[in-house]
């Protein structure tokens, strides 16, 4: 028996994402009184690999392949399928993300195992298997029973504190059956440099309010300051000011950074259901009265142009 | 080529969730129905497809799995431009149980491009779609955020962490779509609206499936203490809070 953790690679390194799945994979294994085992796809170096250990992964599987270097759904659930059956696996662990999403679903079947989809914390009772998830785009929770005798959990991201807890795993490589790769993949474009909105421990977004996208500039240099993402809601987005991958809210991006600022957005509850989960909400909205207040944990009521100038310069005070 | 897209009736975006028989069951009252917003934009991205004569789209079908109270939904898919419905005749237990049923389906009625959208707005489960594509043991492409015909070709842009990425597949494929892959969801015309009556809204019994999963109960989340306020000249005293006290900068 163990709890299998699939994390994926980016570029060959891992993220803090990675060690949040390891860390969640081990106190589930402990609730279980299993072992943890981590899968690595794809062209991973050894001493990336046993970073892993850093959150106390038991055993490492890496599997590596020419065929593998594209994300082709149908493929790498096969792999996984086959490590989790191989590991004689009760429970699999997958980020909720992209990849996650798209993986976790054709797992579910392939194993015939039932999916707790966007978990935040660990399960309740793993007699029976019960989770917590969030429901209605975060409006509500939900406990859920799963009654399969192998459970598929994807892990909503930064909302599970890892712990450091050293082993030294074994590493296996593995030679996994590799099926038909049926897709093939092209122009592939990454940006650089840039925070991406799903990782940022921070995100200043704007809204409406800014009046127009070339008011963003202020929105940049916080951002910029802070380390942060920027993001906007999704008027600013219909309305081509920002492009459609800094929508943040319920149709848009869901995420949970440590602090969000709302510079401009009123808060409709769309756009609340994509962000409440932040541990930290800061306000700034000319109208009393607007929803965000009582989302937020600290507010201003005010222009977000006139405000953001003077939040820069206090910000530089203390950097 | 044959198009099928898979709805989910949900909760207008704006309804507030409530639930009834000791936070057992999702309170209904008053709760205005809609296609699941991403189900919609997939729905407008096959019509603009199939305006194209170029891309030969012979017909679009939508599918659900649910009740009879799912009809007036499915009849707005019609509205909008669908040219048949089919309803699987069950209360949806779970996402695989869903899947199993529509998977099911396909199985005597094939089409070559199977949309489905990223999540539903109540269990946000995202699972439905792949699902139905390991059941078929098919192709499936997830994230997508556009999505043209070449000569019979599929040609798929998909989201992936920080940017975006090509890919084509054999058909059949699962496109399981997001954000940006239709601009605004199209709205039905008062034509489109006369003419759903005709079109055909075709019921088939379920498959004996057990799901996987279940609900225990519902919790509203906790309710937030009140907002600090700060005056707005004293944007240094909100830094310094956010510096001691919140401890995220």
New interface residues.
């Given amino acids: 028996m163990s709890v299998l953790v699939f994390t994926e690679n980016w570029d060959g390194k891992f993220k803090k994402m990675s060690f949040e799945l390891v860390s969640y994979a081990s106190k589930i294994a402990e609730m279980l009184n299993t072992q943890t085992v981590v899968l690595s796809i794809g062209d991973v170096q050894e001493d990336e690999l046993k970073k892993l250990g850093n959150y106390a992964a038991d055993k490492i599987v890496s599997v590596n392949n020419d065929k593998l270097k594209n994300l082709d759904n149908q493929v790498y659930t096969s792999v996984i399928a086959e490590v989790a059956t191989k590991e004689e696996a009760t429970v699999v662990i997958i980020a909720q993300n992209n990849m996650g999403k798209a993986l976790a679903p054709r797992l579910s079947v392939k194993l015939k195992a039932g999916l707790g989809a966007g978990v935040s914390k660990l399960p309740a009772s793993v007699e029976p298997f019960t989770i917590f998830k969030k429901v209605y785009s975060g409006k509500a929770y939900s406990n859920v029973v799963i009654k399969s005798d192998v459970k598929i959990l994807t892990l909503a991201q930064n909302s599970f504190e890892f712990e450091e807890n050293v082993k030294s795993p074994a590493i296996e490589n593995f030679e996994a059956t590799i099926g038909d790769v049926k897709t093939t993949v092209s122009n592939v474009q990454k940006q650089t440099g840039k925070i991406l909105l799903n990782d940022a421990e921070i995100v200043v977004s704007g809204g409406r309010g800014m009046k127009s996208g070339e008011q963003w500039a202020p929105i940049e240099e916080l951002a910029e300051l802070l380390g942060a993402a920027t993001a906007c809601s999704r008027p600013v987005s219909d309305e081509g000011w920002r492009p459609h991958e800094e929508h943040t809210g319920q149709t848009g991006k869901i995420i949970a950074p440590n602090l969000y600022i709302a510079a401009g957005i009123s808060g409709a509850i769309q756009h609340l259901a994509g962000i409440s989960s932040s541990k930290c909400i800061v306000a700034i909205n000319t109208d009393k009265d607007a929803p965000i207040f009582e989302a937020a944990d600290y507010g201003i009521i005010g222009d977000a142009a006139k405000i953001l100038p003077d939040f820069i310069e206090a910000v530089k005070e203390i950097k | 080529m044959k198009i099928l897209i898979c709805l989910s009736n949900v909760?207008d975006?704006?309804?507030?969730?409530k639930?009834v028989n000791d936070n057992t069951a999702?309170d209904t009252t008053g709760v205005q129905w809609i296609i699941n917003?991403?189900d919609e934009l997939a729905l407008t991205r096959a019509i603009e497809l199939k305006s194209d004569a170029a891309n030969s789209i012979d017909n679009i079908t939508v599918i659900t799995v649910g009740g009879k109270d799912a009809e007036p939904t499915m009849r707005k898919a019609l509205a909008i431009g669908a040219d048949d419905a089919v309803r699987v005749d069950a209360e949806p237990k779970?996402?695989?149980y869903v899947?199993a049923q529509i998977a099911e389906y396909l199985k005597s009625n094939p089409f070559d491009l199977i949309f489905s959208g990223?999540?539903s707005?109540?269990?946000?489960?995202?699972?439905?779609?792949?699902?139905i594509?390991?059941?078929l043991?098919?192709?499936?492409?997830?994230?997508v955020?556009k999505m043209n015909i070449e000569n019979g070709q599929v040609n798929i842009t998909?989201?992936?962490?920080?940017?975006?990425?090509?890919?084509?597949?054999?058909l059949p494929?699962v496109s399981?779509v997001q954000?940006?892959i239709a601009k605004?969801p199209m709205i039905a015309a008062m034509r489109g609206i006369m003419m759903a009556r005709k079109k055909p809204l075709n019921v088939v019994a379920p498959v004996e499936i057990e799901?996987?999963?279940?609900?225990?109960?519902?919790?509203?989340?906790q309710a937030?203490?009140a907002?600090?306020?700060?005056?707005?000249e004293n944007?240094?005293e909100?830094?310094?809070?956010?510096?001691n006290e919140?401890k995220?900068?």
């Fill in positions: 909760p975006t704006t309804t507030k969730a639930f999702f917003p991403w779970d996402a695989y899947a990223i999540e707005a109540d269990y946000n489960g995202s699972a439905v779609g792949g699902m594509a390991e059941f043991n098919i192709p499936s492409i997830s994230a955020s998909r989201e992936i962490d920080g940017g975006t990425e090509d890919v084509t597949s054999e494929v399981i954000k940006g605004e799901a996987l999963t279940e609900i225990v109960n519902f919790e509203l989340p937030k203490p907002c600090k306020m700060i005056e707005p944007v240094k909100l830094v310094s809070l956010l510096q919140a995220v900068i």
